[in-house]
């Protein structure tokens, strides 16, 4: 059996399949956040000891978990496209920065929206913070690499070899809460131990996690497809591409 | 249901601050997203047929 691991390695290939993808992304984002919006605020109760404050955690742990996520899979495909040379690997990679980094910025912001009833405080040098602020500082330096260097190739071997070695901040805050005495309260869910919350308000955070999960592969997936287009915009398959969108938008008018 | 009237929810407890603040600023962010990326989707498909001047 051959396995066609490099059909979508193609760029036209690449761009078509997010585009039939796409509008499925977004109504899955959609549906999954706003049942999860009705089950955090009005079926989850409200917690004994934080109040309705709590309910900041739908947000916050999809938007954290998700920061995590995104990273390693832009190490991921930014080490596939260096290796391997497959262009495509790469401006994926590069699709999934800006998001990643959105992501990391709602985790930070919602933390300190939570922290400040919580703690008393908008902000500490704990170290789940710390390496959380880091994590959005090596997206933003993935980011300003790549958009420093003029050849796309070097920039993208100079900004993959970044976000590799930055791959290791990844399981530093995941484990911040255990290896130091942190603020930040330790992991509500973890796969080994039962949850230590109430099923709805699990039900309404898994539900939002999925839902965040999808709206960042639409996100990294119609990036990287104007990536795509901008990088390709002289090949014959970017012309046709382009040409077939145009007379679907007459068709839509 | 866990609020008695739309002022209680919107208090959240004491909270609403915090916790709108939160939710604002996420939904915000999500809107922004999308728009941004949108734009430099047509942008490129614009590119393709007109290539900019500096090349």
């Known amino acids: ?253 | 249901m866990n609020w008695s009237s739309a002022a209680a929810f919107f208090d959240m407890g004491g909270y609403g601050l915090y916790v709108w603040g939160a939710y604002a600023v996420t939904l915000l962010v999500m809107l922004v997203e999308p728009w941004w990326v949108r734009r430099r989707q047509r942008q490129a498909l614009r590119d393709v047929a007109t290539p900019p001047l500096q090349e």
């Open chain 1, 1 to 253: 059996m051959s396995l066609r691991w490099f059909t979508f390695s193609a760029p036209s290939r690449f761009v078509r399949l997010c585009a039939r993808l796409n509008p499925w992304l977004w109504a899955l984002a959609v549906v999954l956040a706003l049942v999860a919006l009705y089950i955090g605020f009005f079926v989850a109760p409200t917690d004994a000891t934080q109040g309705d404050a709590y309910r900041i955690i739908f947000i916050h742990v999809p938007a954290a978990w998700m920061s995590m996520v995104v990273y390693l899979a832009m190490a991921f495909w930014a080490a596939v496209g260096w290796s391997m040379n497959t262009r495509m690997a790469s401006m994926l990679a590069q699709g999934l920065a800006p998001t990643g980094a959105l992501m990391a910025f709602i985790a930070l912001w919602t933390g300190a929206f939570w922290g400040r009833p919580a703690w008393g405080a908008w902000w500490v040098w704990d170290a789940r913070l710390t390496s959380e602020l880091i994590l959005l500082f090596l997206y933003l330096g993935y980011m300003a690499l790549k958009s420093s260097i003029d050849d796309e190739v070097r920039g993208d071997k100079a900004s993959a070899l970044l976000a590799i070695i930055g791959a290791i901040n990844v399981p530093i805050i995941y484990f911040s809460v255990r290896w130091w005495n942190t603020l930040h309260q330790g992991a509500t869910i973890s796969l080994t131990a039962a949850p230590k919350m109430a099923h709805t308000m699990l039900l309404a955070m898994l539900l939002m996690t999925f839902a965040f999960w999808a709206y960042a592969f639409a996100m990294a997936f119609a990036r990287a497809s104007a990536i795509a287009l901008e990088r390709e915009r002289h090949t014959l398959w970017a012309r046709q591409w382009a040409a077939g969108e145009a007379i679907t938008a007459e068709g839509e008018q």
